[in-house]
Nanobody
Framework: QVQLVESGGGLVQAGGSLRLSCAAS????????MGWYRQAPGKQRELVAA???????NYADSVKGRFTISRDNAKNTVYLQMNSLKPEDTAVYYC????????????WGQGTQVTVSS
């Protein structure tokens, strides 16, 4: 099993910045993808950004140029630097780790609230 512990959420004014962190522990494969998803009230969970073990990244169009995902493989930790935050970024942010040889398994953190006031 894999455990994911998130930190760094909070309340910020529009235009501000926050940095989320997620530390993974347990049975972690060397090759995996870590990422951040978010879910706003009444909406489906959506991918925000993801990063492979090798450092390849993928971003939602809505956050490109504002958010940066990075990871420290030695610490099994992924970060999300969020700049120029907008009220529409308000959501619960979930850390995700995906790994598997024949079948991909997803593991999730407990979620951290990000609230952006206008």
């Amino acid at each position: 099993q894999v455990q994911l512990v998130e930190s760094g959420g909070g309340l910020v004014q529009a235009g501000g910045s926050l940095r989320l962190s997620c530390a993974a522990s347990g049975s972690i494969f060397r090759v995996n993808t870590m990422g951040w998803y978010r879910q706003a009230p009444g909406k489906q969970r959506e991918l925000v950004a993801a990063i492979t073990h090798g450092g390849s990244t993928n971003y939602a169009d809505s956050v490109k140029g504002r958010f940066t995902i990075s990871r420290d493989n030695a610490k099994n930790t992924v970060y999300l630097q969020m700049n120029s935050l907008k009220p529409e970024d308000t959501a619960v942010y979930y850390c995700n780790l995906r790994q598997g040889v024949l079948v991909a398994n997803d593991f999730w953190g407990q979620g951290t609230q990000v609230t952006v006031s206008s």
